[in-house]
């Protein structure tokens, strides 16, 4: 099928498997999503008790698209989920009552306005920053009237995208015996990420990001870690990513082996365009690779403890 991005380039994608959606033909959508996920990102953020590296305030790939998880309010809870099956924002609280704000072409203004009186309407006191992290200019979400676009097409298909990322960056995650995050979408760049940790504390994270106070990056990078994801961006269809901090000695000179992948010294880490493993022979065992080249890297350049790894095959053993 085919959908067009206002007046922009057709798009295409499919029903299952890994779909194809060129980055330069949702922009404006994109645009105007990012700054919807952070409105929903922020509420989170400010009713969850914090977990080491803001672990309490990213998303996850559901089966209708992106959700809070549950949030603590009060004596109960509410969690809030962008369906894009149905195409609403879902908020559903712990008393049985529920809201919802459709999904369709509005400013970042309306779309804010709407959450925080569905909000209200449940009880729900919404205390945040109203203004985005880490972009610039950073207009507040009540000022945003210029991002307006929502193609249902290209968002729908952006997260069939993230489904296939998820369940093969799960798969990788199981293969790690030490620290590791869950698998989660950090609403602040768009990007589903997954982290390991040497154990090791890290060099204070130098900053420097948008709109962002030094002291978040300190804390999210606050132990030496290798880690990896997807984002819409670094390929023509977004990119796998994998980096390390701090970067070892050697790290970017690491061969990987995986065609298509590459250092990109502009974004220092690796990368993956979406669009190698999408038409891999074997897409899983492509990411895979990658995922694992790209760890090992981080680990025998960073002299890791090599007892933190499982052998993914004593893993099959196990699967029912």
């Known amino acids: 099928m085919l959908h067009t991005d206002e007046a922009g380039p057709a798009t295409s994608s499919t029903a299952e498997g890994w779909p194809a959606l060129r980055v330069a033909e949702w922009q404006n959508t994109q645009s105007t999503l990012h700054m919807w996920l952070q409105v929903v990102g922020k509420i989170r953020m400010a009713h969850a008790p ?3 590296h803001w672990w309490q305030v990213p998303l996850y790939v559901t089966p209708r698209g992106l959700g809070t998880s549950s949030i603590p309010y009060g004596n109960g809870m509410f969690d809030i989920e962008f369906d894009v099956v149905a195409h609403r924002l879902l908020i559903r609280t712990s008393s049985g009552e529920d809201r919802s704000v459709p999904l369709e072409p509005q400013s970042v203004a309306q779309f804010h306005e709407r959450t925080m009186a569905a909000l209200a309407e449940l009880g729900i006191e919404a205390p945040i920053r109203p203004v985005p992290t880490e972009v610039d200019p950073a207009v507040p979400f009540a000022e945003d009237h210029a991002n307006t676009s929502y ?3 290209a968002v729908t298909t952006y997260w069939r995208q993230l489904i ?5 960056i799960t798969r990788f995650r199981t293969e790690f015996l030490g620290k590791v995050s869950p698998v989660h ?3 602040v760049a768009m990007d589903l990420a997954c982290t390991r940790f040497s154990g090791r504390p890290a060099p ?4 420097g990001a948008p ?3 030094d002291w978040v990056m300190e804390e999210g990078y606050s132990h030496e870690l290798s880690s990896c994801g997807f984002w819409a961006g670094g390929g023509e269809e977004g990119a796998f990513y994998s ?3 701090p970067e070892p000695e050697g790290y970017r000179d690491t061969r990987i082996g995986v065609e298509g992948a590459f250092y990109s010294e502009e974004f220092r880490q690796f990368l993956l365009p979406y669009e190698a493993v999408r038409t891999a022979a074997d897409p899983d065992a492509t990411l895979l690779e990658f995922l694992r080249a ?3 890297a981080a680990a025998t350049t960073g002299s890791w403890d090599e007892e933190l790894l499982v052998n993914p095959h004593r893993l099959d053993r196990h699967t029912r």
Do not use: I, K, M, S
Request: proline share 7%; aromatic share 22%.
């Open 243 to 245: 980096y390390a901090y």
């Open 185 to 187: 979408y950090f609403w």
């Open 50 to 52: 914090l977990v080491n």
């Open 151 to 153: 193609d249902a097409q």
């Open 164 to 168: 296939q990322a998820e369940r093969v």
């Open 204 to 207: 204070t994270h130098p900053g």
């Open 211 to 213: 709109n962002c106070p």
């Open 294 to 296: 790209t760890y090992r």
